[in-house]
């Protein structure tokens, strides 16, 4: 892992209680909470140049877009304006700030109708953002058959502004409802070409009793033995994903304390060596 960004809310909450992770490698993602529910506009800039502040040396921030309308789709059927909007602010705020930001959204559907609906705003997106220090990252959903729709986007279109973001906690529930090996579903599906190349962060959290997210409770937890965690980590590992950012994406009805996110941090600490 190249390094841990913590995540924290669209409010800053427990960025007291995370500063010391966020000083040390110099990044962050931030959850949008506040949304307009008629076309999906949220507010960001106050909130990233307060975060300028509190941390000069930050160098990155992703935006995960507002549930549902993380769902790059619901965009694109309300009112795709909107993301062109939100593309136009980032622009001006990454020249103003000079740090790199990122914006994150879920696929949610099969390849062969993202390829007809999402790939040519996509598309749009990415012209719009070249020359700037921008990226838009695409992540897996955990009920969506085509689990790895992402990052296959991301090489139809080739370009180094689009990249995924695995979710690993999504993709143990997607094989934990289905029954199946997530192993062998992985070597079916992914190869360590294309992990290391387009996979530029992880969201990194466990789907505790190998739920399939049945219960609220047991999704997008810290892994409850270094066991695990170990585990998670070494299949990410193996193929190709050292060079990615960890997001320990946990406890999210919690950005106060963040207590499992400093812990599950700790961990990954404790295990693998980290960047310079
Ligand atoms: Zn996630």
Known sequence: MR????????KLKGINTLR????????????????DKTNGYFEFEEQIRTLLVVFPN????????????CDLEMYIAK????????????????LELGIKIDLLFHI??????????????????INS????????????????EDFLCPLKICKLIGSNQLKTCLDICHVHCYTN???????ETLDKELNKKDASKYVYSIHFS???????????????RMHDTKKSLIEDVELLYEYGMYDSIFVPEIAEEDYENRKDQIEEINNLEDIYLLMK
């Open 177 to 183: 409802m289905m029954d199946l090996d997530i192993k």
């Open 129 to 144: 953002i070249k020359g700037f220090n921008i990226e838009i990252l695409l992540e897996n959903i955990h009920f969506t």
């Open 108 to 125: 949610s559907w099969k390849f062969e109708i993202e390829k007809m609906i999402t790939v040519p705003v996509l598309m749009e997106m």
């Open 3 to 10: 390094a841990i960004y913590p995540k924290i809310d669209d």
């Open 58 to 69: 930050l160098k990155e921030v992703i935006i995960h877009t507002p549930i549902p309308f």
């Open 20 to 35: 010391k992770y966020i000083n040390k490698y110099k990044g962050v993602e931030v959850q949008i909470t506040k949304y």
């Open 79 to 94: 009112d795709k304006e909107e993301i062109f909007n939100i593309i136009e602010r980032i622009k001006a705020l990454t």
């Open 206 to 220: 466990k789907a505790l009793n190998n739920d399939g997210y049945k219960d609220k409770n047991t999704h997008g």
